[in-house]
């Protein structure tokens, strides 16, 4: 009889998965989605989405095999969702307008608010980029400002595993104002002339873990903004690109702190910047404390390791002031490699809030197979 039982089970399991474990499951071709890459299947993500987020208990969204175009930004809209949980397993491409313009002022190309619970395995987002880039650099104006192509805003529980995003207009993946955020096995993909193409950017964002990816971007390969705590980045390989930021602060006089970070086995390959701590010169309460630089590799990298607190990069419009922005309490530790330029080490702190507590420990970085130099300005610390 149980025998007979189990049998019976496996059946069900296998002809009916979503009736034995309680998984409602949603695949965009069947709600009207083709994957040629040229029909717009804006409407059967949405419709999927709905579903999904209206379905009692666990959720999915399958896209299979082949290319989607999404020729509209989408918000995927959380705060009246049913679901506990949604899974979204991508195994195709989900492919921008070719037409730039198609997204007009779109901040964002693909938005999830106030979700719960989200995750999203494997796919590939290709941005198309390129023509927008090209309308900026031109400097004939008339641009749009280019839209992110993957960003959560107030939402929890997040895991992102096993995507790539490739060439956005703006940012590849933001998260603003997110709890307990897990990213794991990414790939960021842009050339190094892409403007502003962050790989991934955090801000206003608590419990964010960022594992073993690969970044190679046109701007910061991971940029931090205000109001970010307890993140933690781990086995990633940066380049090329301007590195790992924390900033730029000091943008608002009013402004939440940034502590609580480490930054763990990073290796920099050709970057503009290592790990980078940087504010505009203006007035601000803003702060950053408690960051630890771990165990990072520095491969021909311009500026290894960087605080600038006058930050300003076009050299125009330059605020001036003096940076209000308190940085201490800044660990160095197991720094290694080489500088493309001879002053490894800067520190350009600001002068009425001078940097504290800075650490170095273990720092040994060359330039043209020598010792490198540092330069400090209103820092205080120790080495080791």
Same mark, same amino acid.
């Given at each position: 009889?149980?025998?007979?039982?189990?049998?019976?089970?496996?059946?069900?399991?296998?002809?009916?998965? +979503?009736?034995?474990?309680?998984? =409602?499951?949603?695949?965009?071709?069947?709600?009207?989605?083709?994957?040629?890459?040229?029909?717009?299947?804006?409407? @059967?993500?949405?419709?999927?989405?709905?579903?999904?987020?209206?379905?009692?208990?666990?959720?999915?969204?399958?896209?299979?095999?082949? !290319?989607?175009?999404?020729?509209?930004?989408?918000?995927?809209?959380?705060?009246?969702?049913? =679901? #506990?949980?949604?899974?979204?397993?991508?195994?195709?491409?989900?492919?921008?307008?070719?037409?730039?313009?198609?997204?007009?002022?779109?901040?964002?190309?693909?938005?999830?608010?106030?979700?719960?619970?989200? +995750?999203?395995?494997?796919?590939?987002?290709?941005?198309?980029?390129?023509?927008?880039?090209?309308?900026?650099?031109?400097?004939?104006?008339?641009?749009?400002?280019?839209?992110?192509?993957? @960003?959560? =805003?107030?939402?929890?529980?997040?895991?992102? !595993?096993?995507? #790539?995003?490739?060439?956005?207009?703006?940012?590849?993946?933001?998260?603003?104002?997110?709890?307990?955020?897990?990213? *794991?096995?990414?790939?960021?993909?842009?050339?190094?002339?892409? &403007?502003?193409?962050?790989?991934?950017?955090?801000?206003?964002?608590?419990?964010?873990?960022?594992?073993?990816?690969?970044?190679?971007?046109?701007?910061?390969?991971?940029?931090?903004?205000?109001?970010?705590?307890?993140?933690?980045?781990?086995?990633?390989?940066?380049?090329?690109?301007?590195?790992?930021?924390?900033?730029?602060?000091? $943008?608002?006089?009013?402004?939440?702190?940034?502590?609580?970070?480490?930054?763990?086995?990073?290796?920099?390959?050709?970057?503009?910047?290592?790990?980078?701590?940087?504010?505009?010169? !203006?007035?601000?309460?803003?702060?950053?404390?408690?960051?630890?630089? *771990?165990?990072?590799?520095?491969?021909?990298?311009?500026? &290894?390791?960087?605080?600038?607190?006058?930050?300003? &990069? =076009?050299?125009?419009?330059?605020?001036?002031?003096?940076?209000?922005?308190?940085?201490?309490?800044?660990?160095?530790?197991?720094?290694?490699?080489?500088?493309?330029?001879?002053? @490894?080490? $800067?520190?350009?702190?600001?002068?009425?809030?001078?940097?504290?507590?800075?650490?170095?420990?273990?720092?040994?970085? +060359?330039?043209?197979?020598?010792?490198?130099?540092?330069?400090?300005?209103?820092?205080?610390?120790? #080495?080791?």
């Amino acid at each position: 009889m149980i025998t007979v039982m189990l049998k019976l089970f496996v059946l069900l399991l296998i002809f009916f998965p +979503t009736f034995i474990i309680g998984l =409602s499951a949603y695949n965009v071709k069947s709600l009207g989605a083709k994957s040629d890459g040229k029909t717009d299947a804006t409407k @059967a993500f949405v419709k999927a989405w709905n579903e999904a987020c209206n379905s009692l208990g666990k959720s999915k969204i399958l896209v299979p095999k082949g !290319r989607y175009l999404i020729q509209n930004a989408i918000k995927f809209d959380g705060r009246k969702c049913r =679901s #506990t949980t949604i899974d979204i397993d991508i195994k195709g491409s989900i492919v921008a307008p070719s037409d730039y313009r198609a997204l007009k002022d779109s901040a964002i190309w693909l938005s999830f608010e106030s979700v719960n619970g989200v +995750t999203i395995t494997g796919g590939k987002f290709d941005g198309k980029g390129a023509d927008l880039w090209n309308c900026k650099m031109s400097g004939k104006g008339g641009c749009p400002g280019g839209a992110t192509i993957l @960003a959560f =805003s107030n939402s929890n529980n997040i895991v992102i !595993r096993g995507l #790539t995003s490739l060439n956005s207009q703006l940012f590849h993946i933001a998260f603003i104002g997110c709890n307990n955020v897990k990213v *794991q096995s990414v790939k960021v993909l842009a050339p190094n002339n892409s &403007p502003n193409t962050d790989g991934i950017h955090v801000q206003s964002s608590n419990g964010v873990t960022i594992l073993n990816s690969k970044i190679s971007t046109g701007d910061d390969c991971v940029s931090v903004g205000s109001g970010t705590s307890a993140l933690w980045i781990e086995n990633v390989l940066c380049g090329p690109g301007h590195g790992i930021s924390i900033g730029s602060l000091a $943008k608002e006089m009013n402004e939440a702190g940034v502590q609580n970070v480490t930054v763990k086995n990073v290796t920099f390959v050709g970057t503009q910047n290592g790990v980078r701590i940087k504010s505009w010169g !203006r007035p601000s309460n803003g702060f950053v404390k408690n960051v630890v630089f *771990q165990q990072c590799n520095m491969i021909n990298v311009q500026n &290894p390791i960087l605080i600038d607190q006058n930050y300003c &990069p =076009s050299k125009v419009g330059c605020p001036g002031k003096v940076s209000g922005v308190k940085i201490s309490d800044i660990i160095y530790q197991d720094i290694h490699g080489s500088s493309a330029t001879e002053i @490894a080490v $800067k520190f350009d702190c600001s002068s009425e809030h001078p940097c504290k507590n800075i650490i170095l420990d273990n720092v040994k970085l +060359t330039y043209k197979d020598q010792p490198s130099v540092s330069s400090c300005t209103y820092a205080d610390g120790s #080495t080791k």
